[in-house]
């Protein structure tokens, strides 16, 4: 039987940045990981074979960062794993013994059951596979009426994507009043609505798919419940995903309410020497202070780095209190991010606030080619100043914008700190020095706090 002082069992981005943090600062310590498929996916580029990178090849994702740091790689499937005796096995019939174990297994698709006729052919999801993604997009070149269910980022990627194809129809279908609308307030989001239109997409908001019409075990249309009937050649389910915890359910970890491996702020499980990151393992909101399950890359390898600096022995301290919600995306052409508490949460948090907010142009003077309006909101607390949130729309610098809110809202810089924040600034690259969005949005919510406490 061979030995590894470290297993992880899982090749996605969280995976990857444990095994390769963690064999680099122990190079006397043998790793490996083994992953279910021979090739891997960039999971956020996903969206973008099915246009933009013209295939599959060019979103692909590998060990190779891994093997160069001395770690070794396995494809292979685990099928159980003995906690107690600290060994496992695989369906290619290796038995492993090993010191330490990392679950890295991920998030699997939801399966629209609740959805009569989710059983019929051409009722699709998007697994993070390599060779299913690569015959989903031939299945979607040949289709002429396509039609997604669920409008999170990636139901609104994908359906950008589907319509820079000129000769399909396509539609997406949102229960919510809006796209988007759990990752942003509720005029962001009309503004996301009206660029899914500018983008060819038919939207239907505020309605459900209520059932999948077929003929002969093949999807033809989708019925919704206001009693209108898109027509439908394949239909892309995008609800969400869930945490894959089969096999730590299996070896008999703790697994929360929301169904992912419960883990404290090391990663650490209820069993010793056993850890779990990225999607299938738990997160704690950073505002609100609960359980909660944040699927993200971002988040994944934020957490992968804390574990590889951990897994001998604690040399990093965790030290922020949860996990925050940092999304981007572009539609259209048009950038939008957002980063921790939005109106909605901060509301279903019971947590008070005020906003900061103001516009200009995201170069100086606003008059130069390529000039894009920035929309800057800052949710505040308006008892300290701390900004514990923000949304921001316009060209591309938001998309790093927003990790400059991420970085103050996990400092707990406030609004009175960010009016003295030091910048510099180009005509070809920013704002203007006189009206830098996030410093004025600042000065919008310092003047709705003396507002509040009149």
Known sequence: ?????????????????????????N?????????KDDKGLVPCGIPYVFHDLEGVDKNQMGPKGFIK????????TVENVNLAEKMLSTKGGKKLSFGK???????????????????????????????????LREKVISAKNIVVIGAGFIGVELSEQFAKHKDKTVSLI???????????????????DEMMEKANVNLYTGTKAEEFIGENGKVTGVKLANGKTIKADIVISSVGYKPNTVLAKKAGLEIDQNGAIRVDNYLRTSEKDVYAVGDCS??????????????????????????GYNMANISLLRNFAGTLSVFSTEIAGKAFASAGAIEQTANEADVDF?????????????????VSQLDVKLIVSPENGEIIGGEISGGKSAGEMIN????????????????????????????????????????????NIKECRK
């Not at 039987?1 to 069992?9: G, R, S």
């Not at 190079?27 to 992953?35: A, C, E, G, T, Y």
């Not at 740091?69 to 292979?76: C, I, P, Q, T």
């Not at 990392?102 to 390599?130: C, M, R």
């Open 1 to 25: 039987m061979e030995n590894y002082d470290a297993i992880i069992i899982g090749g996605g981005p969280s995976g990857l940045i444990t095994g390769i943090t963690g064999k680099k600062l």
């Open 27 to 35: 190079p006397d310590k043998s790793f490996l990981m083994i992953k």
């Open 69 to 76: 740091a001395g770690g070794e790689v396995l494809v292979d």
């Open 101 to 135: 174990l990392v679950f890295a297994t991920g998030s699997v698709p939801v399966i629209p059951k609740f959805i009569k006729g989710y059983d019929l052919g051409g009722v699709e999801v998007i697994k993070k596979n390599y060779h299913h993604i690569k015959n």
């Open 174 to 192: 949102e229960a919510e009043d809006h796209c988007l609308y759990r990752a942003f307030s509720k005029d962001f989001a009309q503004k996301a």
């Open 282 to 307: 738990q997160t704690i909101g950073f505002i609100t202070g609960r359980t909660d399950n944040i699927m993200l890359a971002s988040t994944a390898t934020a957490e992968a780095r804390v574990l």
């Open 354 to 370: 005020v906003i900061g907010r103001f516009k200009a142009a995201d170069r100086h003077p606003g008059t130069l080619p390529g």
């Open 404 to 447: 400059i809110v991420s970085l103050a809202i996990q400092k707990a810089v406030t609004v009175y700190e960010l009016v003295s924040f030091q910048i510099g600034t180009h005509p070809l690259l920013t704002t203007a020095p006189t009206k830098y969005v996030l410093i004025k949005a600042a000065e919008d919510a310092i003047n």
